[in-house]
């Protein structure tokens, strides 16, 4: 039997799998200086030891996707090596902080099974978990792929389809305990906007833009031991329908989120992912710009000191974002993102409040 | 009004109004292996903990154009976004050691102004200081930059042009109270060659070069959290006179000095930049090469374990320096640039002289 | 004359000659997440401090082939800077274990001067060793390269060719104190395979294959601060018979190693390299592929806990393995590499047994 791993197939799944993924991770300076460099981040709890004391942190704080890059790359070997396509997340909640020096290891589960109509593939529900080293469970989120199957012949299960919530509610939303917006000194990020100065409806145009070369997404995503084929191997895309290597969507995230420190500069934490969707595929070459609109505005509750922004924030690759009148056209009649739209994310940030 | 933030016009500039920059941030050893894989810097008080400590340091210390660049990088977005051209520096000085784990924060005052003939724009002259979590000044800079107006009608300031050192005086230059270079060992080096050795007009061409892609100079740039559009956004040069994204000039000043090391090893530290000049643009693609010229020799007041080395340094693109003549060259009876010359760096480093 | 470095020549050697290299190196968390991106290793040892200490070791380890090339790459300045090859190494031992924060630096003596028929160049024979802060001797190894005569009439010295061991024995191979196999759990790699499941004469397709970028071979190099000039210099190479940058061929020893982690996942260390030899040259873009072969399994001296495999792992380029014959082929009645291979490497690693 051979020794080596080629992912599992679609037949290969069953609802109430557990999957306990390879290789723990600890997260160090040194990640985190590849992060800067790879994303040009500058959310302050991040950067600077002082300004992460400053609010109630022990030290500097791990990016919120640089740790789910983390985890969520521990889980592509066993999940979506053998993907056609990565469909969705949603309930994506940043539990707990990370510090550098926390080791992470990764757990998922199968929440749902659906072949598709042509029987060649099928969709596959995981809810991964990610636990530090003392045990904790410090994120959680459900995807769903697209997966082949080895023999397009094998039945097909019955099929199991979970609900997920289209958001992740303010009671669910993980606040940290150590966080005290009280003392947030805007000083750090020299925006003077905080959770008070938004408002519903309100669209941000984050002005710069970033080119991302080869060398770029993939040192990230090996970073990331994520290790699908479809990043890595020219030779092997040279004959894909794309013709080339794919950048990792999650790169793309991250990327829209260091951007959006542009008009969003005190969103001093991701406390929740609603949902995402990469609209179009991203290659080496491409610019990316991005465009937010806040959904809604939330108190906590019983924080004074914080609120929270759900978000919706656009990735758009080489288009000036004033250009584009939406995220979405009618084509032949049909409704379809544009096609410089890469990515439609939905998500729920933390930001101090104004004093009493 | 909008919250995102597009820098600064010429107009917007007062003399005396002082600016704090966004982001304090705390350079690690993540900072530090990064820096030598985009340099392959080898001066060995940045390299070993154990040769800094040699020479009286507490452990490995920072490069010193790492901390430069990362304090730079933080004035960018209020200083020089909207820049035509970063015209030069001047008045550079290191004044204390930075070791991983600092914190670096920046702040900027507007030291001169004066509107160019066109009226489309003017000159910016600023002051620069960078300080460390304990409030000491650890960088102080002047640079001036030409900034685009918003409104070429808005009526030109009072001129002002600060009167700026042409070089940093023996009596002005940081020599830190750690170094003891009477313990320092060649060996560290395998370099025979110090303070003594040297002669005022001797030249020294360094050999290797360097070729510098896009991710790397882009790397180095977002790791300084310098967000200048024209480093990272292809999309957007395409359509400016250059075609492709411009390298920060910084980056070139990092390469230049490490490729100093073959020649010049044991110039330990950067005490002062007295000038530097961007003489032409450079890209992707480009090789670097590096070829010194000793200005002066100089002892410093109150010891005798170093002294001090005015150096001017060319960075060249594309050529072997031994097939260029001069820095500059007579087109239409006008002295300019040689068009591979990239970098006209005039600084003072510190050596360790032979013991008595 | 010349303060500037520019290598040894052939007739530079002398038999017995010691050299000491430069800027001794601390490897730090900063290095070991560099080589995680720069090659996505996944092997646990390296990842995860946790990983690390469950088998015995204080923290997490640096990658055997990390420590290697910092090692090596302080020897290029003095002994192959002017290389016109890199021929083969041997009795490559990994004799201790190396930790973050650990200093290395490198020595080497030649053992063998042979000038070739042609009388422009000769091979160079040297041992290298590489120490810690400490003293102990961390790695040693052999290596023979082809280098320039700086003048083709320089009388050739008398011949010496060191006998080298064609394979590191059994008895001779380190095997680190610390590292207690009998606590190791397949849980870290999720491979359920441990020596006892390998057979000599097996044959392991490694799967996934890796693309590099300019970017990526030139920031390993520099973290190496290997400073041979055909890795970095396009203006130079454009000119060379390759006319394009060589990569370093250490660089794929790292990615084939890295690939091997799918068939190979519990090999937590390397004690030995046998030989290894660069058959074909590598270049930006080249996408590569890892065959391995085991060629022996041996029991270690009073150890229950581990075993060894000696490995004969093929590094290919841009071809699927299982399109590979084999290794070699006939072309005019004479038997050479297949031109698509670009490694051969027979290497010794250890591996946890099944408790008893």
Do not use: K, S, Y
């Given at each position: 039997m051979s020794k080596t791993y080629a992912g599992n197939f679609f037949e290969d799944f069953r609802v109430?799998?557990?999957?306990?993924?390879a290789t723990p991770r600890t997260i160090t300076e040194g990640d985190m200086a590849l992060y800067v460099a790879l994303t040009g981040s500058r959310f302050p709890l991040h950067c600077a030891a002082p300004a992460a004391q400053s609010v109630g942190f022990e030290r500097q704080t791990v990016d919120d996707l640089l740790a789910f890059h983390v985890a969520f790359g521990k889980t592509v070997a066993d999940v979506s090596f053998n993907a056609v396509a990565n469909l969705g997340y949603a309930d994506v909640r940043f539990l707990k902080t990370v510090y550098p020096g926390d080791t992470l290891h990764s757990e998922s589960t199968v929440i749902g099974l659906k072949q598709n109509s042509s029987g060649a593939n099928g969709n596959v529900y995981v809810r991964s978990d990610a636990f530090n080293q003392f045990g904790d469970r410090?994120?959680?989120?459900?995807?769903w792929v697209m997966v082949h199957k080895r023999d397009a012949a094998a039945p097909a299960p019955e099929p199991v389809v979970p609900?997920?919530?289209a958001v992740v509610s303010v009671a669910d939303l993980p606040v940290?305990?150590?966080?005290d917006g009280g003392d947030y000194d805007t000083a750090l990020t020299r925006s003077p906007y905080l959770w008070e100065d938004y408002a519903a409806g309100e669209?941000?145009?984050h002005v710069n833009g970033m080119t991302v070369d080869e060398s770029d997404h993939t040192l990230a995503t090996k970073l990331y031991q994520n290790n699908a084929r479809l990043h890595f191997e020219e030779h092997l895309m040279r004959t894909s329908r794309f013709g080339r290597r794919l950048m990792y969507g999650g790169h793309v995230i991250s990327l829209v989120r260091a951007l959006s420190f542009n008009g969003l500069a005190n969103a001093v934490r991701i406390a929740a992912i609603n949902g995402g969707l990469h609209c179009n595929p991203s290659f080496a070459g491409d610019t990316f710009y991005a465009w937010s609109e806040v959904l809604?505005?939330?108190e906590l509750p019983g924080r004074r000191d914080l609120g929270a922004l759900r978000l919706r924030t656009l990735g758009v690759k080489?288009?000036?974002?004033e250009k584009l009148a939406g995220a979405k056209v009618t084509v032949d009649g049909r409704e379809t993102y544009h096609e410089n739209v890469v990515l439609d994310l939905d998500y729920t940030v933390?930001?101090?409040?104004r004093g009493a």
């Open positions: 109430g799998q557990t999957l306990a993924h410090v994120l959680t989120w459900a995807r609900q997920l919530p940290p305990m150590e966080l669209r941000i145009d809604a505005c939330w080489n288009l000036e974002t933390l930001m101090p409040r």
